[in-house]
């Protein structure tokens, strides 16, 4: 009889801290670029234009771990009038010696985490390391892990600014609730390691602040992070400083565009994965466009993590990390969770 562990969503919010995701990503990052890892065709399936739709990520990771697996994530948006979430993702890890299920998890908190993590993971190892001032483009639900995960590895932030492209209210907001919800989400988790959780909570303990003028804000970002669903680009060329550094998280889908496709032509250009970038990502409108070519992409971000391509290698470079997300982040979290999780006794063992 095969045993799955089942973990919910508050069961993964309960054992889930920002730290050791950030260090699974690197891992799967790291795994990736020294061939231990495969990533498998995207699925996608439209039910109804506009409507319903999903997509399947997935892939295997070798090396110690040995998963294989994916991410479901649909989104049926008539959900919303009969009070079911309208996103719903769920994630399969399976055994890559012998094919057997291990969990099933909900997909939604990873998602943030795993997201984050890889957003400050760009930050880390591209952005200049005197970097003081963070803009985040969006205020939706990725823009919390996204600040939460760079105040987290980054250690001179001093001002987050957060810019809605659809209403300032929302970055009002979402500036009026973050610190409360960065001590209670994520600083919670270190409450028995108090030089730690010190340490973290004067990173967070910095100035947040709305603006509704992206071009003045945009000038005085030494990191710019964009989490919005766009089609056009919210950021110009012509507005940004040298020696910024973009971590581009939105465009995960094709036609998705957050920032200005010249901006590509001055910068130093990394991704997580050359043709989901060049398919999907940040990325695919300035190939398209003939701006780029896929091969002036500097490199993977794992590649840069292993010391393979150098990353920023002047303080004036414009760096971007096009950060579509791939299915080993989800992978490894997954299979970090239902270890901790074994241990703990927690979630559901069901038989198959
Ligand atoms: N790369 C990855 O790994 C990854 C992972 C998860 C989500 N995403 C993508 O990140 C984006 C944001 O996700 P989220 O969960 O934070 O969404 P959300 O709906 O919670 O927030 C979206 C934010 O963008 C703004 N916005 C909405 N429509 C817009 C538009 N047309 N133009 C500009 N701004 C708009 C909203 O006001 C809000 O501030 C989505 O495109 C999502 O698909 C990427």
Redesign the pocket.
Known sequence: MIKVRILNEGTIKELLDIKNVIEVVEQAYTLKNSNQANLFPIVTHVFEADKADMDIKSGHLKGKANVFGLKLVSWFGDNIKKGLPDVIGTIMVFDGKTGIPLGILSAEYI?GMR?GS?GAIGAKYLARKDSESLLMV??????FFQIAAALTVLNNIKKVTVY????CK?AIEFCHKVKSKLKNEILSKYKDDKIYSEKLAKKFDITFVTTDDIEKSTGEADIIVT?????KP?IKKEWVKKGTHFTC??S??EG?QEIDENIFSIARVFVDDINQAANVGETEISIKKGIITKESIVGEIGEVILGQVPGRVSKDDITIFD???IAHQDLLTANYLIKIAKEKGLGAIVEL
Do not use: E
């Open positions: 998602t997201t890889a969006g205020a939706g639900h990725q823009a809605d492209p659809i209403n929302f989490a919005t669903p766009s089609r919210l998280i939105g995960d889908m998705k950060s579509t997300g």
